[in-house]
Structures are given as structure tokens and as C-alpha cells.
């Protein structure tokens, strides 16, 4: 697992670090020292256009620049300002040394200088705005990453790209597209996050300094990126010696005359992620309909009230149902309304562990006039919980109906708000989103984000069904259900990369992925293992 700290948090073990006795300017020398590298590791290189900001981040484009000169390489820096005017002293310091090492230098070249600098160029640095960079960028770096983006060098972005806000990932103003980006000390959220997936390109972590480390993890990590081989601890031993419910036994409740196919899906995934044995229980109205597009899994009518959904009466028997099941998910397409939300509250007494998706969510929000985390007490249970709200489903949760979270530490901080009113229990808020944060009492972990394709109607329900099928599997400690979580997420993105080679990225639809579960988790199973032992995907093959 690799540790993400708030660009806040950064800069505090940048102090804690000169406390210790690494100095800011040691750290700038490091850090233009591990771009350089990077750079001249791409070999037989052309020119190298260096674009330098005012800040520190400059500063590190300067140490850079100097580096690579030395090392043989064809370097120029492109400056706003003459390097003597530079305000920030440990810039103005490397980039005088620069100077005096010979390294040439252009002074606010207008566009069609630097468009001419840049053709040439074989390699360009981007180190004109970093951790320091706030609000859109201004003249002339606005021009600047226009001008890069058009020139079809190979960019590596110094801490960031500029223009991308390493903290929140929105980059307003439009950023560098990097091929890679060499990110100081350790990741940040942005990196990983909104714009951050696509203008990164490979982050290289360049951790500076042996303290490092600790230092990271003692400044409280907002959250921790998975690897791979992380999941080894929600993997089950194969066996033979199973039947239809141990393998699992997953109850679906959801539905509605208005939304049938969500609940539909939702069944259908949990039982292409493993589960023995699924049984779906919708509003009566909509049971046939479901049958027919279920073969193999029960579906189980109950009442249907006036608005289409399960109506008060249906309440006793999904709860006896549930009593019966190894996992519970409820919400997918059943509609809110005062007998939806007594189901859920009735779900939420029951001692099974339980996934609430959707329109279970929303009952919550209801039940708690948009404020689940000042009733603490509804969703205090012995049995695992798990909430996966997207971002509005989120923002309705912890009372800001109108504006959900804009970012995914927003999202983060949201789901902590929850998990922390709730305090202990075994309970895990999946923060879904472009990236997504599982959040449980101890630990955010990020799993890897799928691709853009999941961002269709229906593939959170999918999702909901992974994870009760994964649920079911049998006990599942508090402190790997944040664990299972992402690993639930994982299998989803793997699914929708099969689904898109059979549709295209921009085909597939939510049904698409259901019939790739059984592979995707297989082939997830096979990387984890493959990673444990230390071999890369690519070798296994
Ligand atoms: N973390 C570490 O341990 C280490 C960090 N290091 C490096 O330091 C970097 C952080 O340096 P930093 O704090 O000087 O900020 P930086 O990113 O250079 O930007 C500040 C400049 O940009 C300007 N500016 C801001 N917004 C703007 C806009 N919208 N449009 C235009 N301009 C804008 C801002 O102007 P101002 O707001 O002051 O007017 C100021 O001049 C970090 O990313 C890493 O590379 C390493 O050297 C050593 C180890
Ligand atoms: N741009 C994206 N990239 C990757 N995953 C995404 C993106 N947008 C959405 N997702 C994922 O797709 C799923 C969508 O879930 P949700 O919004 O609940 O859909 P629905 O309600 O239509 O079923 C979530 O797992 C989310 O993390
Ligand atoms: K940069």
C-alpha cells in the first residue's frame, strides 16, 4: 500500500525532514537530481526544453536542468523572469548556479519562440507550477502548457502537472499532459483523482530522503493507494468441499414497477461473483418480468403499494429472508417512499452482514433528514456494513443535499463523517466516483480506478452485487472490510476492461460487465498471487 498525504501534510514532513537535518535546499537538489535521472534514463535523448515556474518547483526544473547539462545532455531552461529576479530564494539560488554552469536560458519567449524551442525538443520538463500552484493558471503559464501539449514532445511533469491542483485533481484552467510525472516525497490526492487520471502519465515517486517513510505515515495518510499484492488477504483458499450455500447465499431486495432491470442486474452480478445461491425478492407487480430474464435465480414477489414499490406488508418477510441469507444488498431500483425506508430500517436490525446501494441510501437520507451521521445509532450493528454511495448519494448523506463532494478528498472526508459518528462498528463507506475511496474506521484505501465506461447507468449496481457476493463468502473482519471493498471495486474495473474490448470503450453498457465477473475475479486472483510472489503480469503470461 502507498500512503497519500494532503499537499498540506506534505509540506509539514518537508519541515519535520529539515528538522532532522535534510534541508530544503538538499531537497530541491534530490529532487531536480531524481527528474534529471529520469529523464536521461529515456536514453539517446534529443534537446531538452526545461520550462521553469517562479517558485520551487522551478527551483527543482533548475537543479534539473544543470544536472542533465552536465551529463552531456542538450539543455535550455525557458524562464518568465531573468533568473536574478527570481523571488524565492532556494530558486533564485540553483538557478544562478545553473547560469553559472553554462546552461542556456530564454527569458519570456513569446509563443512563437517557444513553439520553435519546443518542435525541436525531444524531451520536455515541466516544472513551472507544483504543490504552490492555486486557482487557474495565469499568463503567461496558461500559453506555456498550450504550447507543450501542442508540441508532441515527451513530457515529464515535475510534481505535478502544472496546472493540475495536486490536491483536489481539478486543473479549471487545463493542464500538462504528462507522459510521466516524478512526484516529490510521496502521492498526493489530486495525482490520482478528477484531471489527475488523465494528464499524469506514469508516476514515478521520489521519495527523497530514508525518513521519508516514516515521516509520511506519521503525518496521517489521508488515505492508501492498493497494490495488487494487498489483496492477498481477501483471497479464499480454492476447495472442492463447498455447496451451493456455502459458496454464499446473497438475498437482492430492490425493485420497482419504475426500475426493475437495476434489481435484475444486481442479482445477476452477485451470482457471476461467486455466490451458490441468490434469491431476488421484488415488489409482486414486477416478479414475472423479473423471472424472465432470470433463470436460475428465485424471485420472490411481495406486495406492491400504490407507488409501484414494496409495500408495508412486504416488510416480515424480507426480514425472516434475510435472517436466512449469508448477505443481504438492498436498494438497487426499489424507489423511496415510507414502506422502502421502514424495509431498510428493519434490514439494519437484522444480525446478517448488509450492503445498502441507492435508493437504500436515499431512505437513510431520509430517515435522517440528510444527516446519517448525527444518528449514529441507526447504523450501529454487530454484522458488516457497507454503504456505496456515488457522490450525491453522498452529499444527501451528510447534509449537503445540493452540493456533493467535488473532489475525492471531499468524498473522503464525507464518508469519514459517517463511519466516524459511527464509531467502532463494523462498517465501510464506499465513496464511489471517478476514483474511489472504501472507507472504514482504521483506513481509506483507494482501489485502482476502471475505466471511464463504468460511468453508466446501472454499473453501480453491478457493483452492489460483487460486493454482497463477496460478503457472503463467509466472515469478514472489521479490519479487512475496507479490504474486500476495494477489492470488489478492482474486479468491477477489470470487468468493464473485458466488457470494452468486446464493445468498445464508449459500448458498454451496465449488463455488459455481468457476464465478465467470473473471469475478472479469476484473472484479479491470478495478479494478486502473481504479485505476492513477485512476478509482473506480463511475465506470468
Ligand atoms: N514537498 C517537498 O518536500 C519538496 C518540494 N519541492 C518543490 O517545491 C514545489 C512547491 O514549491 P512552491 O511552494 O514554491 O510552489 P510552486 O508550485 O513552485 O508554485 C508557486 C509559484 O507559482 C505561482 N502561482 C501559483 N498559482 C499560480 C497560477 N494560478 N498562475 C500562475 N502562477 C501561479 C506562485 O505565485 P504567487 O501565488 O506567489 O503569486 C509562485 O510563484 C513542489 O511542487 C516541488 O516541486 C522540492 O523542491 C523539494 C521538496
Ligand atoms: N469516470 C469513471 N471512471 C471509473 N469509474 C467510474 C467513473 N464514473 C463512475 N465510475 C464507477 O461506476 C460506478 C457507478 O455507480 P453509480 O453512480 O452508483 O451508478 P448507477 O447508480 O447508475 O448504478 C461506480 O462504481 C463508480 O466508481
Ligand atoms: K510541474
Known amino acids: 500500500m502507498q500512503p497519500v498525504l494532503n499537499v498540506e501534510d506534505v509540506r509539514k514532513v518537508e519541515q519535520d525532514l529539515t528538522l532532522e537535518g535534510v534541508s530544503l535546499a538538499e531537497l530541491m537538489r534530490r529532487a531536480g537530481h531524481a527528474v534529471a535521472q529520469e529523464v536521461l534514463d529515456l536514453g539517446n535523448l534529443g534537446p531538452v526544453v526545461v520550462l521553469c515556474g517562479t517558485g520551487n518547483n522551478g527551483g527543482d526544473g533548475w537543479v534539473a536542468a544543470e544536472l542533465m547539462a552536465k551529463a552531456g545532455a542538450q539543455v535550455e531552461v525557458m524562464t518568465p523572469v ?245 448477505c443481504v444488498l438492498c436498494g438497487p431500483g426499489m424507489g423511496v417512499c415510507a414502506d422502502t425506508v421502514s424495509v431498510v430500517s428493519s434490514l439494519l436490525e437484522c444480525d446478517v452482514p448488509l450492503v445498502l446501494d441507492a435508493d437504500a441510501l436515499n431512505a437513510l437520507s431520509r430517515m435522517t433528514t440528510n444527516r446519517l451521521d448525527n444518528f449514529p445509532e441507526l447504523i450501529r450493528r454487530e454484522a458488516p456494513l457497507v454503504l456505496t454511495p456515488h457522490r450525491r448519494e453522498l452529499g444527501r448523506l451528510v447534509g449537503q443535499p445540493g452540493e456533493p463532494p467535488s473532489s475525492l478528498t471531499a468524498a473522503l472526508e464525507a464518508a469519514r ?56 463468502r463467509g466472515v469478514v473482519e472489521n479490519d479487512v472490510l475496507p479490504l474486500v471493498c476495494a477489492f470488489a471495486c478492482e474486479v468491477h474495473g477489470f470487468a468493464a476492461n473485458l466488457a470494452a474490448e468486446a464493445h468498445g470503450s464508449r459500448g458498454v453498457m451496465a449488463s455488459d460487465l455481468i457476464g465478465n465477473l467470473g473471469l475478472a475475479l479469476d484473472a484479479m486472483e491470478e495478479q494478486v498471487s502473481l504479485a505476492v510472489a513477485g512476478v509482473s503480469p506480463e511475465e506470468g503470461e
Open 82 to 326: 531573468e533568473p536574478e529576479s527570481l523571488k524565492s530564494p532556494l530558486a533564485l539560488m540553483v538557478a544562478q548556479s545553473a547560469v553559472n554552469a553554462g546552461v542556456p536560458f530564454f527569458v519570456a519567449p513569446s509563443r512563437d519562440e517557444l513553439d520553435a524551442h519546443l518542435a525541436q525538443a525531444a524531451v520536455v520538463v515541466d516544472a513551472l507550477l507544483g504543490t504552490g500552484f492555486h486557482g487557474e493558471p495565469a499568463a503567461p503559464f496558461d500559453i506555456w502548457i498550450d504550447a507543450v501539449n501542442a508540441s508532441g514532445a515527451h513530457v515529464v511533469a515535475v510534481d505535478v502537472p502544472s496546472g493540475l491542483s495536486a490536491q483536489t485533481g481539478h486543473a479549471p484552467g487545463g493542464a500538462v499532459f504528462a507522459d510521466t510525472t516524478v512526484t516529490m516525497i510521496c502521492l498526493k490526492p489530486g495525482l490520482l483523482s478528477g484531471r489527475g487520471r488523465d494528464v499524469c502519465g506514469a508516476i514515478v515517486l521520489a521519495p527523497l530522503a530514508e525518513q521519508a517513510e516514516r515521516l509520511v505515515v506519521e503525518a496521517d495518510p489521508v488515505a492508501w493507494r492498493c497494490d495488487t499484492a494487498d489483496y492477498l488477504e481477501t483471497l479464499r483458499e480454492p476447495t472442492a468441499d463447498v455447496d451451493k450455500y456455502s459458496r454464499g447465499s446473497v438475498l437482492v431486495v430492490g425493485g420497482s414497477t419504475r426500475f426493475p432491470g437495476a434489481a435484475v442486474m444486481a442479482a445477476m452480478a452477485a451470482a457471476r461473483s461467486g455466490a451458490g445461491y441468490v434469491t431476488l425478492v421484488v415488489p409482486d407487480r414486477i416478479a414475472t418480468v423479473c423471472r424472465t430474464h432470470l433463470l436460475e435465480i428465485p424471485v420472490v414477489g411481495l406486495p406492491t403499494n400504490e407507488e409501484g414499490m414494496f409495500s408495508a406488508g412486504a416488510r416480515t418477510e424480507i426480514v425472516k429472508m434475510a435472517e436466512q441469507r449469508s
Open 417 to 472: 463523517r459517517i463511519v466516524w459518528a459511527d464509531g467502532g462498528s463494523d462498517i465501510c463507506v464506499v465513496a464511489k466516483g471517478e476514483s474511489t475511496g472504501c472507507v472504514g474506521v482504521e483506513i481509506a484505501l483507494l482501489p485502482k480506478p476502471g475505466p471511464a465506461c463504468l460511468a453508466t447507468a446501472g454499473s453501480g449496481d453491478v457493483l452492489g452485487g460483487i460486493m454482497a457476493a463477496l460478503l457472503a
